[in-house]
Nanobody, 130 residues
Framework: QVQLVESGGGSVQTGGSLILSCAMS?????????MAWFRQTPGKEREGVAA???????SYADSVKGRFTASRDSAKNTLALQMNSLKREDTGFYYC???????????????????????WGKGTLVTVSS
């Protein structure tokens, strides 16, 4: 059974930066999974933020492009999200998720929130205030 644990959430002022981390355990080799970040902001449904495929190829939601950078270490089974130029609308719970990788077309659908993920972390709260 795959387990995902997020860390690194907290409070930051507008324009600041935070780094989120996700540690994956269990399951098969980490390289066979696509890992992704989702978030749920106040008043909105959960949305995809970034997805990183097993080869490191990454896709981002338009709302975070140029500000957020996702990266993974398949050997260590970890996923990170560097968040810069944070805005108040970035406030919310951020979740790490994973599923067996299915190819680039699927990665794009993950970010678009069009396909379900198999495993989820419990989330970490990010609060951005002015």
């Amino acid at each position: 059974q795959v387990q995902l644990v997020e860390s690194g959430g907290g409070s930051v002022q507008t324009g600041g930066s935070l780094i989120l981390s996700c540690a994956m355990s269990g399951g098969y080799s980490g390289s066979t999974y696509l890992m992704a970040w989702f978030r749920q902001t106040p008043g909105k449904e959960r949305e995809g933020v970034a997805a990183v495929d097993s080869d490191g190829t990454t896709s981002y939601a338009d709302s975070v492009k140029g500000r957020f950078t996702a990266s993974r270490d398949s050997a260590k089974n970890t996923l990170a999200l560097q968040m810069n130029s944070l805005k108040r609308e970035d406030t919310g719970f951020y979740y790490c998720a994973a599923s067996p990788t299915k190819g680039p077309w699927w990665r794009l659908r993950v970010v678009a929130g069009q396909v379900p993920m198999d495993y989820w972390g419990k989330g970490t709260l990010v609060t951005v205030s002015s």
